[in-house]
């Protein structure tokens, strides 16, 4: 499996795309947040919705439950 380099970590590539991915995520869900004037108990709605944003963006749409 290749992997990423890094000087304390090896990350495999689909894990580091991965991880990217959940970086946006969680940056775009906290946009979300802020611009709903920061309430709190709404994290799971902020996260689908950037969620489903960042898939759909990315060319990956969400898995359907």
């Known amino acids: ?5 890094s000087k ?3 990350v495999p590539v689909d894990k580091a795309s991965d991880w990217n991915h959940q970086d946006r ?3 775009r869900a ?3 947040w802020e611009a709903c004037g920061c309430p ?4 799971k ?5 950037a969620e489903r944003e960042i ?3 990315i ?3 969400p898995a359907k439950y």
Do not use: D, F, V
């Open 1 to 5: 499996m290749k992997t990423k380099n």
């Open 8 to 10: 304390s970590l090896q």
């Open 25 to 27: 995520i969680r940056q």
């Open 30 to 32: 906290y946009e979300l």
């Open 40 to 43: 709190q108990g709404c994290e």
């Open 45 to 49: 709605e902020h996260w689908l919705q």
């Open 55 to 57: 898939l759909a963006l």
């Open 59 to 61: 060319g990956n749409p």
